[in-house]
């Protein structure tokens, strides 16, 4: 069982006219931030499934797979290692962290980021020491940055909200939309554990929060309060 193989299995799913929108969709023209990705047409079902069949991929031969210029390879070598992730020990669930990070590199768009980061960074962080995701936050890199928040649906899980608040303390500033977008989805999911925590987080940020990022943190509280929130 190779790279080859699982390659194989997904270029005989190619659907070239639905590539042509995923390619728009994803952002992949000059100067977007999916520039020169390239698309193949499936979708995430169809990824899924081929992912299942070779969930026992080795682990060298999903990094050689994440290693493709093509979004569908990539994206099945991340969901193969969710998989195993979460049938691993101890070791291999360390083993799959490390290799994770090592290769966000081309773990290159939103959607990669969040079908993984929740689970190879921050289940594998629930009881471990938490500041490698600031450290990501620091980072001059898009997508460790967007990790370091949407990692934190983890802990909000747990109902541990602290690193959600302070790491979207650290990202208000971002210039970038997708950052904006991951900030505010994390803060709403906090705040349906707690709506008087995020009360409290949007009182002490007034004014300071992008607009979009203060959209989606809202989403979910009445609507009066909602309202009061776009015009404060």
Known sequence: MTAAHV???LD???DPARAV??????KTGPGDYGEGDRFLGLNLPQQREVARHFKTLPLP???QLLTSPWHEHRQTALIIWTLQYAKAGPAGRQAIHEAYLQNRQRVNNWNLVDITCPLLLGTHLLHQDRSLLYELTAENHLWSQRMSIVATLAFIRKRQLQDTFAIAEQLL?????LIHKATGWMLREAGKRSEEALEEFLADHRGLL???TLRYAIEKLEPARRHWHLMS
């Open 173 to 177: 500033s971002h210039p970038h939309d």
């Open 12 to 14: 005989a799913l190619a």
């Open 210 to 212: 992008p607009r979009t």
């Open 7 to 9: 390659q194989a299995a």
């Open 21 to 26: 929108l995923l390619q728009r969709f994803f």
């Open 61 to 63: 031969e999903t990094e």
